[in-house]
């Protein structure tokens, strides 16, 4: 597992993140969200909210106990206020529970939350739909509202995407044990091209498999057990790619993707599974997709740390375009019942990226920036997890997973 060259950033990042932990009764607090979280995004202004009721405390679900339970979890709600027909919680909220500093870089329309050394760790704007955490762009379900002197960002965004990358360790309960198997999947094959590039000859299928290939190599070389859904020029149902993570009880699933929009558009977009009745980024389906909860969003958590993770390595290994952590409800992501992410590496449509992709050594560096991604991943796992070194014999062969 120990790799070439010095990365302490995710060791620093992880101590960080423990820093100032504790416990929260998310599900409770999902079920008050539940009633208004289907609402569009950029919906005209109603008529005056509502007064900004008190958070109701539903009696707490007890989950059946796998592991032992974290130390007294303390209750504490996010306040909220009923704004264009959902919950919306104060930015300055946020940076008041983990002594964060608020201050508006520009009066009224960006937000920024800094901590005691003057690090910029969350970023919002007015009416966007997106916000920065460790300077890495992430998508929430609803724009961010300006309100009475105060930006506002939606409270299942808070609790299922900015405080599981803000404060990891509050989910500590929730979260696995590092990966150590891992299915890795090459988008497309057989008579399903994928995106093609018809100037270079490029078919996606092609290129997904080469990086596949390339990445379980260095994994392997990393410690991690890695399995494909496919290792040739084959196509495969949507549903069966997460069921080889499935049947196979895999750690994590990663579906390595290559984009396509029109040529001027370039950079790195990494997708998780939206949460229940969070919004995704581009727009659903069906409608009722939002109310439903597939197998995946039983890793809720670590599938935005997942996603976060592979994003950051991919923009520091690539120095690609960041076109940011998003969510969807993809078939390959929504039936893992372990974490997973899709990554769209880069784009086949743009010709200078294209011209990249084509390389072998380009393919490689794909592959090692995900590698790292997942590495990290790892790391912010296993700080959350102390091995228990006195009870057991180190674990060679499989983690249990709750
Ligand atoms: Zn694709």
Redesign the pocket.
């Known amino acids: 597992m120990a790799r070439p060259r010095a990365r302490n950033l995710p060791v620093i990042l992880a101590g960080l993140l423990l820093a100032g932990g504790c416990s929260a009764p998310v599900a409770a607090q999902n079920r008050s969200a539940a009633a208004h979280a289907v609402a569009p995004a950029g919906r005209p202004a109603p008529a005056a909210p509502a007064p900004a009721p008190i958070a109701p405390a539903p009696p707490a679900l007890r989950a059946v106990a796998v592991v032992a339970p974290p130390p007294a979890p303390v209750s504490r709600l996010w306040p909220f206020k009923h704004i264009y027909n959902a919950d919306f919680v104060d930015v300055r909220a946020i940076a008041e529970r983990y002594d964060l500093k608020a201050s508006w870089v520009a009066s009224g329309r960006i937000m920024q939350l800094a901590d005691a050394h003057g690090r910029v760790r969350l970023r919002f704007e007015n009416r966007d739909r997106d916000f920065y955490c460790d300077g890495i762009r992430v998508f929430m379900g609803e724009t961010t509202v300006f309100n009475q002197g105060s930006l506002y960002v939606s409270k299942i965004d808070v609790i299922k995407t900015i405080v599981p990358l803000l404060r990891p360790a509050e989910y500590a309960s929730q979260l696995p044990a590092p990966p150590r198997r891992i299915v890795l999947d090459a988008?497309?094959g057989g008579n399903d091209p994928?995106?093609q590039n018809f100037v270079l000859h490029l078919d996606?299928k092609s290129l997904?498999l080469d990086v596949v290939l390339r990445l379980k190599k260095l994994l392997e070389g990393r410690g991690y057990q890695v399995l494909l859904t496919r290792s040739d020029d084959r196509k495969i149902e949507l549903d069966n790619r997460p069921a080889v993570a499935n049947e196979t009880k895999a750690d994590l699933f990663i579906s390595v993707?290559?984009n396509s929009a029109e040529a001027t558009v370039t950079g790195t977009e990494t997708w998780v599974l939206t949460p229940q009745l969070q919004i995704s980024t581009q727009p659903e389906q069906d409608k009722a997709m939002v109310r439903a909860v597939y197998p995946g969003n039983h890793q809720d958590f670590a599938n935005v740390l997942l996603g976060y993770q592979l994003h950051r390595a991919m923009l520091a290994g690539l120095k690609t375009a960041d076109r940011g952590l998003k969510h969807y409800r993809y078939a390959v992501l929504r039936g893992a019942e372990c974490p997973a992410a899709l990554i769209e590496a880069a784009f086949l449509s743009n010709h200078t990226e294209a011209l990249r992709i084509a390389t072998p050594e380009y393919r490689q560096q794909i592959a090692a920036a995900l590698a790292d991604g997942i590495d990290d991943y790892s790391a912010v796992l296993a700080a959350l997890h102390p091995a228990p070194a006195e009870t057991r014999p180190a674990p060679a062969a499989s983690h249990q997973h709750p």
Do not use: I, Q
């Open positions: 988008g497309h994928g995106k996606e997904t993707h290559f």
